[in-house]
């Protein structure tokens, strides 16, 4: 399925700003922007369902999967809530928050994987936005 031509023209900007934006918490910032653009398009979501073959065999639901870690710990870090978001959510928005506030060592497991995740993104536009051959 072809995507619309503004979708993909939309999801084309998000993705190059992941690939343009240097290392720090704007990239992070990219990435949030890249995964909401994802999530509020049902029909590029849909493309990366865990019911297809192929995202089965090249693991794209868990990868996509960590990707939406940034998204969420990025829209935790910004609310206020008494409600226990769980273990993994706080690590996260502590990793970010580390990384908003400069603190960018390698002890940081967000910022050590910073290229992983680069990569990451690129493997799920291809899935999204594939090359005609």
Request: zero cysteines.
């Amino acid at each position: 399925m072809k995507l619309l031509g503004k979708v993909k023209s939309d999801l084309d900007k998000k993705f190059q700003k992941v690939l343009e934006t240097p290392a720090g918490f704007d990239f992070f910032a990219a990435i949030h922007d890249f995964i909401e653009y994802i999530e509020l398009n049902s029909s590029l979501s849909s493309k990366l369902s865990f019911r297809i073959k192929s995202n089965r065999e090249l693991n794209i639901p868990n990868k996509y999967g960590y990707l939406k870690q940034i998204y969420q710990g990025l829209e935790d870090a910004d609310v206020k809530t008494n409600v226990d978001l769980g273990h993994t959510r706080y690590m996260v928005i502590q990793e970010l928050n580390r990384i908003r506030n400069k603190d960018v060592s390698e002890s940081n497991s967000f910022w050590k994987k910073r290229e992983l995740f680069r990569k990451l993104t690129g493997e799920i536009y291809d899935v999204l936005s594939p090359n005609p051959a």
